[in-house]
Each structure stands twice: as structure tokens, then as C-alpha cells.
């Protein structure tokens, strides 16, 4: 019987990245970052849709990008309400009591704010893994980059900065 792939063999030694410490597996923290993201994604695709089933959508008359907090005392909340009546989603629900809009609100405000920490676990996640916890190639695909890049055109190649060229060779490789 033929040996398993080298990829699942390293699965099969080193163990899921979610499941297994950095020591056994480099790539284990890429892995958690990325399934932590997509399932970050995943639950704000949810957010949204229930958002959206109660009518819960632009309830909040102002964006501000970095956030705000909701209204707190009984006074905040009817200037509010009177801000909401003057936009044109009042008048799809005209019947609507000050508690049913805190209650719109408040997925609406959940929402946006969600949006937000997938963002900041993205970025920071994104630049993390740029700058501080670079992974190596591969010898085998530092070698396989260095080939495609020798066979690009002198032209092409002189106008890519130098250090660029294998990694841009990798992404056209790779379809991209």
C-alpha cells in the first residue's frame, strides 16, 4: 500500500492546527486564526439574517464608525424614537411603541458592533501574521517559485520590485 500524501501524513503526526499546540505544528496558530474568523463570519451572516427578519435594519438614525453606545436613560431613548420617526422606515411600522424600537435597536446596535469585532480579529489576526509570525516556505515551494519565476519574461520580471517576484509568481501559479 502506498504511502498517504506528505500533507495528510503531517496531519496524521501534527494533529488538526485547532487541536494541537504551536510546538508540534508552526502552522496551528494560522489555522485557529482562520477558523476563528470564518466561524466569526459565519455567526454574523446569522446576526444579519435575523436582523433582517425583524425588521430590525436602520433602526439606528446615525453611524458613527467607531461606535457609539446605545441610548441609556428613558430621555435618551424617546429622542431617539422621535429621531427614528423622521426617517422613511417609521413609515412602514407607524404602530410601533417605544419598546418594540428598543428592541429593534438593540439587534441593530448588536449587529453593527459585531461587525466591527470581526473586523478587529481579522486585522489584527491579518497583521499579526504579516509582519510578526511570518511562517517559512517550504523548500519545495521556495523552489517551485524560484522555477516559475525563471521562466517569466526579463520584462516582466524587472518591472516587479525585487523580493516580490516569487511570491507574485506563486499567486499566478496558484490562479490568481
Known sequence: MASPPTTLSSIYTKGLPILTPSTLN????????????????????????????????????DWKPLGSRP?????EWEVEFERYKLHPEWEQRQ????????????????????????????GGGWAYFTWIHRPKLPTSLASATTTITSILPKNITSAIPPGYQSRLALLFAMGG
Open 95 to 122: 404602530s410601533m411603541d417605544l419598546e418594540e424600537f428598543k428592541y429593534i435597536f438593540y439587534w441593530e446596535w448588536g449587529h453593527r458592533m459585531m461587525g466591527r469585532f470581526v473586523g478587529v480579529v481579522f
Open 71 to 75: 441610548p441609556i436613560s428613558q430621555e
Open 26 to 61: 508552526p502552522h496551528a496558530p494560522l489555522g485557529k486564526w482562520l477558523l476563528s474568523t470564518s466561524f466569526l463570519v459565519s455567526a454574523m451572516v446569522h446576526i444579519g439574517g435575523v436582523t433582517r427578519l425583524t425588521k430590525s435594519g436602520l433602526s439606528m438614525t
